[in-house]
């Protein structure tokens, strides 16, 4: 680059300097007042955005910030309670020249903001040069009281200021209102509703109290915040008569829940969010041995299923090592609604024990004593096996329908009479489905069907038989009798039997 050409570039560059200067020195001499033609209460701000470039002296006394950075945000604070429409930005403005005047009755003053560019200029017009900054803020304090005032007025619980002897100083109109209601006619104006709440000190407490409604004898109930300031106490009363009522409601239905768990015969264990033990009836110690002031004092599970383990209430483990974390899996299945499982004791006892969730991360477990249930249906059971092998004994081929058509018992001579398998003998089998295995192993015959109207038949029946040709020639003669329960008992018999039967009479009469 040659001299000349440096030159050019270095005469435009301070060519454009120039002319940068002096468009904000014009904005700045328009905007801010030279130190000597300032006027003495004058208040205007320049800013930057949102950063404060220069404000006068009286305007920098109104904020009473100097330690830091003024923005935007300070000025908000001191002008919206004068000027409810002051922009909370500097971009919410939208037009260069704005006008606002002063929210408040008989309050000529006004707020002049002008806009250019990223620079805002903010100028406060009072009605009268002799108005300074304490009127400025004289009329803030005015208005905010009256807003405060109103606000107070209209809360919707009772709130006062009470001298360090504890007499009323001030009132709103909800705490006239509930004295009037509470306290009798004539009641001085600065005796206290609360007369036991002494004045507070910092920080802030809180207590719980009731009144009586002397006309109905009806308790009211408030919690009582007190809060101190130099030589009076500040009170607010908030209404709580609707969660007495629901801690009520819930302490009668926790009253009545513990009267139902302590009548039932079901052990019944609660576990909170943190683990702990938070319920248990009297069945719970009854059945497992565990002591009243063991669980009193609030175990966490393991520590529970331990006990147990000690007292013997639950199964031995086989590998102590891997107890723990066979602990953890029952916990993880019963907040899953998954864990159930028998419990065969050394005693002979048998537990069915049952994990539930509970909301809130709770979990409950419930102990049942099912031995005698167990020892029933064993028993029963051993009937059945009985009664089978009796009945596999006979030669005649046995089978009962019940009174809706399904096949309920059979023994050994009728599966091999019709050949039908083992696996089968107890599966849903109905007449229509017999009758048709019957038809393919005997010869065409009417009676079959005739069987089959038989079973299902509804109302008074008699004893009734019919004959029945196997494949192979065989005959077989089939017995219905009617038994309990419109159930149908089939015996089919062979007639060469019938036949060898009775020759045998014949031969023992002769």
Request: charged share 25%; with cysteine.
């Amino acid at each position: 680059m040659t001299l000349i050409e440096i030159g050019i570039v270095a005469t435009a560059s301070f060519g454009a300097a120039i002319a940068a200067f002096v468009c904000v020195l014009r904005f700045n001499t328009k905007s801010v007042p030279q130190a000597g033609l300032e006027k003495p209460d004058h208040i205007a701000f320049l800013f930057d955005g949102q950063v404060l470039q220069h404000a006068t002296n009286s305007a920098r006394d109104l904020l009473e910030t100097k330690e830091r950075d003024i923005l935007w945000g300070d000025i908000v604070s001191s002008f919206s309670v004068r000027f409810p429409d002051f922009p909370k930005t500097p971009d919410a403005i939208r037009e260069i020249n704005l006008r606002l005047n002063s929210g408040i009755n008989d309050d000529a003053a006004s707020l002049i903001i002008e806009r250019e560019g990223d620079m805002t200029r903010v100028e406060l017009i009072e009605a009268s040069t002799n108005e300074s900054v304490a009127h400025h803020k004289t009329k803030s304090l005015e208005q905010e009281l009256i807003a405060l005032r109103a606000a107070t007025e209209s809360a919707p619980y009772p709130m006062w200021q009470a001298s360090a002897k504890g007499e009323v100083l001030w009132s709103n109109a909800a705490y006239d209102d509930l004295k009037s209601k509470i306290q009798m006619d004539g009641s001085a104006k600065d005796e206290p509703l609360f007369p036991d709440i002494t004045t507070s000190e910092h920080p802030p407490r809180q207590s719980r109290k009731s009144l009586t409604v002397e006309q109905d004898d009806r308790a009211l109930w408030y919690d009582v915040i007190t809060s101190a300031s130099e030589d009076t106490t500040l009170f607010h009363a908030v209404d709580i008569n609707a969660v007495i009522r629901a801690e009520v409601a819930q302490r009668n239905f926790v009253q009545t829940l513990a009267k139902t768990f302590a009548q039932l015969s079901t052990g019944l264990a609660v576990f909170d969010r943190e683990g702990q033990l938070a319920l248990f009836n009297p069945a719970l110690v009854d059945l497992t041995s565990l002591p009243p002031e063991f669980l009193s004092a609030r175990p966490d599970m393991l520590s529970f299923f331990d006990r147990l383990r000690d007292n013997r209430v639950m199964p031995e483990p086989k590998n102590y090592n891997s107890w723990r974390q066979e602990i953890a899996d029952v916990i993880a299945a019963a907040t899953d609604g998954r864990y159930q499982e028998m419990w065969a004791l050394e005693t002979g006892q048998t537990y069915r024990v049952t994990g539930r969730p509970h909301p809130d991360g709770a979990s409950a477990f419930l102990f049942e004593d099912i031995s005698a249930e167990i020892a029933l249906t064993r028993n029963f059971r051993a009937e059945l096996e009985l009664s089978q092998s009796l009945l596999d004994t006979f030669d005649d081929a046995l089978v009962v329908f019940s009174s809706s058509g399904v096949l309920n018992f059979s023994n050994a001579a009728y599966r091999e009479l019709w050949n039908i398998e083992d696996d089968n003998t107890f599966a849903d089998i109905t007449i229509m489905e017999s009758v048709n295995e019957w038809q393919l192993r005997s010869q065409p015959n009417p009676g079959l069907a005739e069987i089959r109207d038989f079973v299902m038949k509804i109302g008074d029946r008699k004893t009734w038989e019919t004959e029945i040709t196997m494949l192979n020639g065989d005959r077989v003669i089939a017995y219905l009798s009617p038994i309990v329960s419109g159930a149908t008992l089939i015996r089919f018999r062979k007639a060469a039997s019938i036949r060898s039967a009775g020759l045998n009479l014949v031969s023992a009469q002769l």
